[in-house]
């Protein structure tokens, strides 16, 4: 398979990679890695804004590519209740094939399993 | 910032496929290019009004010569194909056809080549039955198992020799001789992978057809050759017969029609003379390299070896990856490697390979598998660059998925 430059540039280099813990971090999980894709994010925000993104994956070039550009781009904006750019947007950024889409959800369910959690509890 | 990897001085990755085709010998390229050029040689081999013809028949029944000398067969037994694709269809064809009022019965196994499995799924659909046996977890057949595969309505047992995902080979002496007292059941053995890497005897293992390659050994692609027994012996009644495939000019006895490619059989005949006196030494060689291969790649952990280790080509090393996902790996390693995964047949498909699926392994470790060939250019330096590659390669995959060393096996169950 042929990947985009991005793609391949997120996927040979990710930053971000790994976990977080202390007080305001909240962990999404998705996935299954017997199924073949598994994204875990890990959000720590103060006052609504990302302080720092980490996450891990097991998975394709492309999942791991969108998961660690994700990671990279949202620190320092706000948390909302959806991803920073949505499944359309990132599947057109990286050149994912269609019939790769189910895995962008993966990454949407991950991200939004963290992200909402945080939201509410800031209330 | 990563660490420098050495590709090779063509700045191309290290080849280490030899088992998907192998570099032509470049004393077959100039034979058979001094063919293509030649002002006396390109005559059809068919043509029997004049010497052109005469000169362009005597080199290809000399090269069917040599690749019946290579495998141990008699000359007026070889027929020339395109492939071993098309001789597993011939053979696999041309005795369900003929032999169609006997019986409609076939049995293989699940590990055979596609060349094998697809003819045998488009019999099923015309109405023969096929039996597929599932080999132990090594990937050998116990005799035992197709000996009770026999019905009175077999016509066709087809096993292959060295199998080309796994490199272990079948005892295929045994096959020959349990076909041979049930009488009127012939075996088909898919030899492409053998020469060169194991001994090979078609008289002498009781096989009555066996499908061979020009590529696998340093040979052309576009051609093969299919062994026709015609042997009558103590254990046999009669020679198998062949319905053919191809009709139109009543070439190679009339089993396969078609103006023959005068430098394709002759590159393949000496390529397989060549592969024939293949020395000791060389076995020895491959040996060692493969042995360095899985002790690199075993330090890393979490590494499994695909296929029996005592009955195997050390031309071939497969293994599994614990804690990787299989495309990730394939796209981190193929900048620097040339490797498959699976059957390179197959590696259009995304799917993982039956082969190892019918070894036991699980879906996520079949996809994360790695299928290294061993051959004649296989230095020490492309063994350690493979095991440089893969360690960091690896090393880093389960870094982003969470699963380094000690943790891969958790994180594997425990998603």
Known sequence: MNYSELTRRYFESPGSVGELSGAGVFRGVAGNREQGTWVQFDLQCESGTLQAVRFLAFACPHTIAVSAWLAEQSVGKALMRTLPESVQELRDRFDVPADKMGRLLIIEDAWLAAAIPAIDYRG | MKPATQVSTA?????????????????????????????????????????????????????????????????????????????????????????????????????????????????????????????????????????????????????????????????????????????????????????????????????????????????????????????????RSARVQLAPLLFGGGQERGLRAGTLATHQVVGMGLAFELASSISSKETVRIAQLQRRLWQ??????????????????????????????????????????????????????????????????????????????????????????????LSREVGRLRDIAGARSGRVADAVAGT
Not at chain 2, 36 to 53: C, I, K, Q, R
Not at chain 2, 182 to 201: F, N, T, Y
Not at chain 2, 329 to 344: D, E, I, K, N
């Open chain 2, 11 to 235: 700045g191309m990755p290290v080849y280490l496929d030899h088992a998907s085709t192998t570099p032509v010998d470049s004393r077959v390229a100039a034979r058979m290019a001094e063919i293509l050029n030649s002002e006396t040689e390109f005559g059809n081999p068919a043509s029997v009004s004049h010497d052109y013809g005469d000169i362009a028949h005597a080199l290809v029944e000399q090269a069917r010569g040599q690749v019946a000398s290579a495998v141990g067969a008699a000359s007026n037994e070889v027929i020339w194909t395109s492939g071993a694709t098309e001789a597993n269809n011939l053979a696999i064809f041309g005795v369900a056809q003929y032999y169609r009022e006997r019986g409609r019965h076939i049995v293989t196994s699940r590990t055979e080549h596609k060349a094998v499995l697809d003819p045998c799924r488009e019999l099923e659909r015309r109405g023969w039955q096929v039996t597929y046996l599932v080999p132990d977890r090594e990937g050998l057949l116990d005799p035992d198992q197709v000996a009770a595969a026999l019905r009175q309505d077999t016509v066709l047992v087809s096993v292959m020799h060295v199998n080309n995902e796994i490199g272990v080979v079948q005892n295929i002496g045994a096959l020959g001789a349990i076909c041979a007292r049930h009488g009127g059941i012939w075996l088909h053995v898919d030899a492409a992978q053998s020469l060169g890497k194991c001994p090979i005897d078609f008289a002498g293992l009781g096989v009555d057809l066996m499908s061979l390659s020009g590529h696998k050994v340093y040979g052309p692609k576009g051609v093969g050759a299919l062994a026709v027994a015609q042997r009558k012996d103590g254990s």
């Open chain 2, 296 to 389: 690199g790649l075993a330090s890393i952990g979490g590494v499994l070896r695909n296929g029996s280790v005592s009955r195997s080509v050390p031309h071939v090393l497969n293994v599994s990856f614990e804690g990787v996902e299989g495309e990730s790996l394939l796209a981190a390693v193929r900048p620097y490697l040339a490797v498959s995964t699976g059957s390179a047949c197959n590696s259009a498909l995304a799917e993982p390979s039956y082969v190892l699926r019918a070894l036991g392994r699980s879906e996520r470790l079949s996809e994360s598998s790695l299928r290294f060939g061993l051959g004649r250019t296989t230095t020490t330096s492309d063994i350690d660059t493979a095991v440089a590659v």
